[in-house]
């Protein structure tokens, strides 16, 4: 086994970015940080039931090895969320965009750049992780920092280490949404797991109490780590979802 396959979980899993053709309703689906489209695909499977127009790409830096997510800014996970994007638009009358932990952020950025989103899912937002600050610092002699594996058992593909400049530029990421969510008016719906121990549990609030659209709600889920969507309240997450993008097409 290599080292490649050594820092990366679930290596057999389908982590590749994917395009489901279907109606004029589209979905962008971005994943998180060190994760792949794997983190993503039930969801897309559930969805794909109602006929939407499904896009997930694979973000810069990810699904390869871990070396090169340091070597990624967070302007290029923007980039390849925003053209994904992008690409709905111009072929679906309704695009939502919906986002896991750093996924969320970028979805957050796109709606406050692009009036015309019709809504925001943000799954997990990383919007404040505890001791991210000190990425800054620890990225000129630290290359990746241990993960904790609490989430062994979901099937979830992706970097086993945190790529510490990756990790800095996450929270550069973190900056710029917090300064742009007072631009965001679409309806957002926002989940946050009673067991997450990746984000800061007033991630949620704080997004909530900043953005000024007239329509928001946060749904705690008391049972959920972190990569929610493939864990044991996935089921009741995806018909949320689903009633959300219904009730705004």
């Not at 080292?3 to 994917?18: I, R």
């Not at 001791?131 to 904790?148: D, E, P, T």
């Not at 058992?153 to 550069?172: E, I, M, S």
Request: charged share 20%; with cysteine; net charge neutral.
């Amino acid at each position: 086994m290599n080292q490649h396959t050594n820092m990366m979980k679930n290596p057999q899993l389908d982590g590749d970015a994917f395009f489901i053709e279907g109606n004029h309703v589209g979905v962008v689906l971005l994943h998180g940080f060190t994760a792949t489209t794997a983190e993503v695909r039930l969801l897309a499977g559930f969805l794909q039931r109602f006929g939407y127009t499904l896009s997930a790409p694979l973000l810069p830096g990810h699904g390869t090895q871990p070396a090169d997510l340091n070597q990624t800014r967070w302007l290029d996970w923007y980039e390849a969320a925003e053209k994904a994007y992008l690409e709905l638009r111009g072929r679906c009358a309704k695009v939502f965009v919906c986002g896991e932990s750093m996924g969320a952020l970028l979805a957050l950025l796109i709606a406050s750049r692009y009036e015309n989103v019709d809504g925001i899912i943000a799954v997990a937002p990383a919007m404040k992780i505890r001791g991210i600050g000190l990425s800054r610092v620890m990225q000129y002699f630290l290359k990746f920092r241990a993960k904790n594996q609490a989430e062994d058992d979901l099937p979830w593909k992706g970097y086993t280490v945190y790529p510490v400049r990756g990790l800095a530029q996450l929270a550069n990421l973190q900056k710029v949404v917090q300064k742009e969510l007072e631009n965001i008016t679409q309806p957002l719906l926002v989940f946050i797991g009673g067991k997450d121990t990746s984000i800061h549990p007033d991630s949620g609030k704080i997004i909530i109490e900043a953005v000024r659209s007239p329509e928001k709600k946060l749904v705690y889920t008391p049972n959920s780590p972190h990569v929610m969507l493939l864990a044991e309240e996935k089921e009741e997450i995806f018909q949320r979802i689903q009633e959300f993008i219904a009730l705004h097409c």
